[in-house]
């Protein structure tokens, strides 16, 4: 996959960020805490969230909230593309997360599963 940025709009605030989530994207602006300024990971997480956006035309904003089965796959590309970027294998934390932040009903094997697919 090309690695190129998508247009979006990256603000560092503790504002309209829900408490579980270091970063939150909504369309192409794009939310992080200002303690997490320095974690490339989690700005590639939120900006694979971009592109989903703009590759969807906007339809992933509703898939994402009506969906499971799209939420799932739209986090499981921003975390696996997260993971290429830290030096160490965060599969078993970024699965903690996606079984119980967003959700869904899945086991943390399943989600470890998803993560390490090539
Ligand atoms: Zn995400």
Same mark, same amino acid.
């Given at each position: 996959?090309?690695?190129?940025?998508?247009?979006?709009l990256v603000?560092y605030?503790?504002?309209?960020?829900?408490?579980? /989530?270091?970063g939150?994207?909504?369309?192409?602006?794009?939310?992080?805490?200002? /303690?997490?300024?320095d974690?490339?990971g989690?700005?590639?997480?939120?900006?694979?969230?971009?592109? *989903?956006f703009?590759?969807?035309?906007?339809?992933?904003?509703?898939?994402?909230?009506l969906?499971?089965?799209?939420?799932l796959? /739209?986090e499981?590309?921003?975390?696996?593309a997260?993971?290429?970027?830290y030096?160490?294998?965060?599969?078993?934390? /970024?699965?903690g997360?996606?079984?119980?932040?967003?959700?869904?009903?899945?086991? *943390?094997?399943?989600?470890?599963?998803?993560?390490?697919?090539?």
């Amino acid at each position: 996959m090309l690695n190129i940025k998508p247009p979006a709009l990256v603000l560092y605030t503790e504002r309209m960020i829900p408490a579980r /989530f270091a970063g939150f994207t909504i369309g192409a602006l794009v939310l992080i805490r200002p /303690f997490y300024r320095d974690d490339a990971g989690l700005l590639v997480h939120e900006l694979t969230h971009v592109k *989903q956006f703009w590759r969807s035309l906007g339809l992933s904003l509703l898939l994402y909230q009506l969906s499971k089965t799209w939420r799932l796959r /739209f986090e499981v590309e921003a975390y696996r593309a997260q993971m290429a970027c830290y030096p160490d294998d965060r599969s078993v934390l /970024f699965a903690g997360f996606l079984v119980t932040r967003y959700g869904l009903k899945i086991t *943390q094997d399943e989600a470890v599963q998803m993560l390490e697919q090539k």
